[in-house]
């Protein structure tokens, strides 16, 4: 049976399941009301080193850049509308080939041109993040975010870091102002400097 965590509740991995090699990190969401512009919520990863940095631009994963420079992680692509039932957008996650220099990697949502279509995650409801076996399909934890966050645009839902010779998961849950703009700047390294950048949002 799945772990069910609470915020800043972490669990480990790999004494969860032993051997553990694959997982698919799911996210979902539903709109709390249809009324209006459709809501296009867009999943992402920051693979960080012990600095909680991106020592590279394409350790970013998004819908701009789907996938990880050695195939470690990989983003299976962008769902406009979220609808439907069970997982919105996932990331597969091969825990083997994320390069030892990879400390963490933490998984956000942010509301895509909120600003405009004047969105936050107060309109959202039934958020979640969660964690699957790839090899067996069976769900290893899940954490549902139950707070209501009235300005946010972007949310940090969890993150998996190295700990000691394992892979543990925290169930995160913060709201962040700003949007997807506001996450690259947290995590970029001096991309303020650079004249160009693959960090296209």
């Given at each position: 049976m799945a772990i069910q965590l609470q915020k800043g509740a972490n669990i480990s991995l790999s004494r969860q399941v032993p051997n553990l090699k694959h997982i698919?990190?799911?996210?979902?969401?539903?709109?709390?009301?249809?009324?209006?512009?459709?809501?296009?919520?867009?999943?992402?990863?920051?693979?960080?080193?012990?600095?909680?940095?991106?020592?590279?631009?394409?350790y970013f994963i998004f819908y701009n850049n789907l996938k990880s420079p050695e195939g470690a992680l990989e983003h299976l692509g962008d769902n406009l509308d979220g609808q439907g039932e069970g997982d919105d957008e996932m990331i597969t996650v091969s825990l083997e080939e994320i390069p030892i220099i990879i400390q963490k990697v933490v998984f956000t949502v942010t509301i895509h041109d909120a600003e405009d279509r004047n969105q936050n995650f107060g309109m959202i409801s039934n958020?979640?993040?969660?964690?699957?076996?790839?090899?067996?399909?069976?769900?290893?934890?899940?954490?549902?975010?139950?707070?209501?966050?009235?300005?946010?645009?972007?949310?940090i839902f969890g993150e998996l870091y190295r700990y000691q010779g394992e892979w543990k998961f925290r169930a995160v849950g913060q709201g962040i102002i700003g949007g997807l703009a506001a996450l690259v700047k947290n995590?970029?390294?001096?991309?303020?400097?650079?004249?160009?950048?693959?960090?296209v949002i």
């Open positions: 698919v990190i799911g996210l979902g969401w539903d709109a709390r009301t249809t009324v209006g512009t459709d809501f296009d919520l867009d999943a992402s990863a920051f693979m960080l080193d012990n600095q909680e940095k991106s020592i590279l631009d394409e958020a979640f993040i969660r964690v699957t076996n790839q090899e067996t399909d069976e769900e290893i934890m899940r954490y549902n975010l139950g707070e209501d966050f009235s300005i946010e645009t972007a949310m995590y970029a390294i001096d991309i303020k400097d650079r004249e160009e950048s693959t960090f």
